[in-house]
């Protein structure tokens, strides 16, 4: 019987918090829905509210969810500004409808073109690298050159990727293909199924752990993962490469943000990704994962600045978006897992 | 005329039984579960061609290969296992067994994609146990790969086995030691009479829990994503999030929908027209006394199984928490912990309700049309958990712009009712949608124990109606009561999707600051959160089995 009342209590007391709840929600708090992580992001709003005193809500989950739930609350939306990972991600948003264009001459001055959306409803906040990381011991960085070079039979039997199911590869190989064409894209993809050493992987840090161990000598990965345990372990026996110098430049994904589409705030929302472009928050969002800022005028952390320097691939990002799911064709084609 | 107006009365009441065979409360308890699965069978209707041949020629061979092989992997072993071990624990006695008892039901805290992330990092080439063999030896070549089918079985049995065991370990305690005795006296063998008696009367909880094993392997993407196994599941995420076509991951989706309710409706024939007893009370026989080898073998087998699904991922886990600690830890987690508690424990008694009421349903009228509706809303355990996330989200983002127009037409205003999407009721409806299997399987199957003639003897000594679901059913489903709710609740503190989409500001758990680091490939500060969930789910558990230990 007892366990009866607590279990009423329990549900009427959750009810009720669900109802204040409801209520509590100020028409002037800016709404993120974030699929990048809270420990990222959590910072850089606490800095925002500081600064402005514009208080924040949010909500995180991964990109596929919350564009989905974007297009199914439609003008109920309560939703200002949607922040995510992966260049296709945001792509995918716009053409899914859940974004508007943002006009601002902020954001147009301070992020570089091929960072945003050629419709202006998405913006790269900062830049994640993937490149190629070897063993010293085992590789000499003059047998290493290019992402395509990694198919040649020379590695055979040498090379640790991670999975297609990643987004970051897919938009590597998307990005391939928008310099390569289809074609000689998939002779590459299939060259590197042809060289690996061992099954994919299903994260960047354990291509690199493969590496250390000896399972393999080159791999590609995202930089930040390399930071990462490079600043768990200052002898980590790998160096990253940076890809394609002579070519095209090493292939960079992005992080970033838009307006959503039925935005109850529209203004606040561009204040606040005007802000977010920045010097001073852009240091904050890229340097608290070690990627990139994306606003050029920005130096890295010192950490990522230590990587030396290096030419990115200029091509506009929404190539990435478009070629997607040619790209995930292409590598179910040959074979990579 | 008051006898016409009886006759009209009573014909009348007749008539509407024939045309709603169906009682209101079984139709409003299902529509929130099936109304997510009818979004997604309902996208069947708009196809997209381009994309399906190129699944079809590419992708589906494998994964219905893999997706098959998986199942049945899983669920022989993870069947075996549980029932297995349910027969030593409740039947036999060996050193250790009370130890064991509650010892073997912690796995069930262990979400399936942690175990899977610490098998892979232990045992994998780069990890410890390769690196030291090739330390010793110079190779490790020979070492079988856990990256393969038979780790992802291995992981996930390990993981899900637990169904099994609860469900069966309550039908061993329940039937009693006294069936396989009067069979020996009969002149059956012991091995005979386990085969021929025991096993064939705890066969509706086996299947319960081994149905169960199957769906959740069915919807698993976190564990086999882990191992890089492409399965059905796999492959609706990447038409989703690669290809961005919904439309061919709702299909597939939907397909897998099909199939489940296929499986299920054959395993209900298979048993149909079975007929299972209660425990006779008076009767409570000996237990087995294992000598020898026999001992030994029964301890050293729940002991490896305890270690490799608990005792080894856990001390993991709190050395990479203890890693983490200082700097991830603070006062949020009392909030997380309460708030996953909360969602945990009202998703129980909800889930746990809903389907007592739902199994007397069908056992009092038991009209086809409640049973089919009653099977297709359990199904959503099987589907995976993004996919039914989205399908939820529908149906209720457009109940509460209803709501919303409703209050603006009435009222002038919607400013003052809470949006339903973003609300606890939001949440707790999803988890009806996700998990009524794990409330429904436990309580239908101790309801079949229930025979008609305990009723009828009830009857005879004049023990009807509320009395006698008070003083004769509700002891005797105790035991089916309290597993339904600890699964749920260990369920629903591991889940994530939904909890995700459905919460509201601010409302994060346990489960969403383990995604909030695994997402971010930060699996060792994800071990802190996991081992929070561990604790708090262990509770529930000791205290179950601490309750129901006093049957045996």
Redesign the interface.
Known sequence: MSMRVL?AA??SA??A???L???S?APQEL?VYS?R????IRPIFERYTQETGQQI?????????LI??LA??RE?S?ADVLITVDA??LW?AA?RGVLQPVESPVLQENIPQHLRDPGNRWFGLSLRARTIVYSPQRVQPDQLSTYEALADEHWRGRLCLR?S?S?YN?SLVAMLIAQHGEQRTEEIVRGWVANLA?????????VM??I??G?CDVGLVNTY?FG?LQRERADLPLELFWADQNGDGVHVNISGAGVAAHAPRYEQARRFLEWLSQPEAQAMFAGA?LEFPANPDVPADPLVAAWGDFRASAQNLAQAGEN??AA??LM??VGY? | MAVDAAVVHGHARGERRRRWPIPAFVLLLCVPAIAPLAIVVGSIAGHDPEVWSHLSRYVLPEVVTNTVLLVVGVALAAGCLGAGLAWLIAMCDFPGRRFFDWALLLPLAIPAYVLAFVAVGFLDYAGPLQSGLRAVFGSSDWFPSIRSRGGVILVLSLTLYPYVYLLARGAFLTQGRCALEAAQTLGLSRAAAVWRIALPMARPWIAAGVALVCMETLADFGAVSVFNYNTFTTAIYRAWSGMFSTQAALELAAILMLFVLLALLLERRSRAGARFVARDAACEGRRIQLRGAARWMAAGGAAMVFTAAFAAPVLQLLLWAAKHASSDIDARYWGYAARSMLLAGSAALVIVGASVMLAYALRREGHWISRVLVRIATMGYAVPGTVLAVGILVPLIALNNAVHDAARALFGTSAGIPLLQGTLLGVLLAYMARFLAVGFSPVESGLQRITRSVDEAAASLGVVGSALVRRVHAPLLRTSLATAALLVFVDVMKEMPITLITRPFGWDTLAVRVYEMTANGEWERAALPAVAIVLVGLVPAALLTRRSAHVA
Not at chain 1, 57 to 65: E, I, L, Q, S, W
């Open positions: 279990g329990v549900l959750s009810l918090v669900a109802g709840m409801g209520c929600r709404v699929s992580n809270e420990q990222l809500r949010y909500v995180t989950d991964d990109a596929g969810p989905e739930r199914a609350e109920g309560p296709g991600h995918h053409q999975t199911k987004a897919q061992t099954e994919p992987f299903s994260n960047d840090t354990q752990e493969a250390v161990a399972q993962y990462r994962n997607q799911a995930v064709r179910d084609r897992r």
